[in-house]
């Protein structure tokens, strides 16, 4: 059977997973370890390193426990994740703290559930990953290129590397928020971010949360192993 052209096989592999469907061809520019982690079927668990910073305030407190999110924390990792056709569940174990979200995909946008909210985000490709979809050229290994055409431009996003640079990975940008249900204003979640990146051969991430007049929700960052 003939094979289909590389960049009709970029088109067809892009439509398989959470989010592969979210980022359309896109998804074929990702670092290794993105397309790895994110392009897997079924159950599997990885292990790494983090750092967990909480806010000390008494409304900081409240709000991260009805979100659910993790406790301080400086040490292993665990993150189990369990990918189906239509959805993942992703459980996130800090040692004696986890953090359990559900996502979705939507009309592009990845929508992720923690406690009672839920929350919309676009997906953008950073650093050369959004210059090499601009311009439509991706090398494979082996040397080989793939052409893929894409009507989304990147939106420009702040830097959120430690050291200032900007590693080829994904920013998730925030859009909507619901709480039980009913939609609360995107302007006071703007300081929600997060920012996927490979780094020396691994996948590292790097996710803050803060709120107006509230301060600093949570912020969590390190790395995994996902493997060859």
Known sequence: MQQPPARDAARLGAREGLYPRALGVRFVFLPPTLRRIHGSAGRRSYRGEAQVERGQGLCARLFSRIARLPKAHAGPIEVEIDARA??????????????????????????????????????????????????????LDGGAQV??????????????????????????????VRALGLPLPARWFAGVRAREFERDGRYHFDVAAQLPAVGLLVRYRGWLDVGE
């Open 147 to 176: 052409t893929v055409v894409s009507a989304v431009a990147p939106a420009p996003v702040e830097r959120l590397g430690e050291d200032g640079s900007e590693e080829p990975g994904l920013s998730w940008r925030l859009v909507r």
């Open 86 to 139: 239509r959805a993942e569940t992703w459980t996130r174990r800090f040692g004696k703290s986890a953090m359990r979200s559900r996502l979705i995909e939507r009309d592009g946008l990845v929508l992720e559930r923690l406690g009672p909210m839920r929350f919309g985000f676009a997906l953008d490709l950073v650093g050369d990953l959004a210059e090499a979809s601009a311009s439509g050229v991706m090398s």
